[in-house]
């Protein structure tokens, strides 16, 4: 029974750093993503999302994950892959980032409920989403020291700006978060603990997430051309 469950924590643990692993990479392509569409058409004082703007899109990620997970996976099952996403985005062991991810978590999911109980669509969702994050990252100004947990003030920036940015996030969301969200609803698929899964099972799983996304992406023709980029960086 001993060997049992050592041999069940071993293959939980591959799985973890599996599944941490496709979020990174999605947070890391997105920051680049984002970086690289703004720097096509600003030249400056844009965020770079290397600091602290990149540690807000990572807490919009993480809630995504969080929604994909809810309800569909073991209470501990999705404590333990939330923590482990968690730290990989944080950039020191400083308290407060844990506060931050909190108030993040917590924001988005009273976003998502007023909008839901407003009955707007998914369209709606996902405006307020940006609308929120825009300005999380424009208020932070990449500064950690900025970040706060109180509630952020409208920042007044250059409507240009502003539009671009929210162009960027909305191609991110066609594409790269829509193969992230479609990975992880076949990881999650059909169980209640993707840790027990076979490690091949999951990369099969991952791998199918991924194709159902790029058919969604692909059917979106002015982003062909960055869905082969990140469909490349995600292999």
């Known amino acids: 029974m001993i060997f049992g469950n050592l041999f069940n924590k071993s293959e939980g643990t591959k ?39 990149g540690f807000e899109v ?19 099952v999705r404590r333990q892959l939330l923590y482990s996403c968690t730290e990989a985005l944080l950039p020191s062991d400083d308290p407060r980032f844990i506060d931050i991810v909190n108030q993040r978590l917590k924001k988005y999911g009273e976003i998502f409920n007023d909008a839901k109980n407003s009955a707007g669509t998914w369209a709606d969702v996902c405006q307020r ?13 990449d500064k950690y020291e900025e970040m706060t947990t109180e509630a952020i003030p409208f920042v007044v920036r250059d ?9 960027a996030l909305v191609s991110c969301e066609l594409i790269l978060i829509t193969m992230f969200c479609c990975a992880l609803k076949h990881v999650f698929s059909g169980n209640r603990n993707f840790l027990l899964l076979p490690q091949k099972e999951i990369i099969k799983r991952i791998k199918a997430g991924f194709q159902e996304g790029e058919t969604i992406a692909e059917n979106v023709e002015e982003n062909t051309q ?3 980029i990140i469909k490349r960086t995600l292999r």
Not at 22 to 38: G, K, R
Not at 58 to 70: A, E, H, T, V
Not at 129 to 141: E, K, P, R, T
């Open 159 to 167: 409507v240009f700006e502003w539009f671009y940015l929210k162009q």
């Open 15 to 53: 799985n973890l750093e599996l599944l941490t692993k496709v979020f990174v990479t999605a947070h890391n392509s997105m920051c680049d993503s984002l970086t690289n569409d703004l720097n096509e058409v600003l030249s400056n004082d844009v965020p770079t999302f290397k600091a602290a703007s």
């Open 58 to 76: 990572g807490m919009y990620l993480l809630f995504r994950l969080d929604r994909q997970i809810c309800d569909k996976q073991e209470v501990d």
């Open 226 to 228: 960055r869905l082969s």
């Open 129 to 141: 989403f940006h609308d929120y994050l825009v300005n999380a990252v424009y208020y932070c100004g």
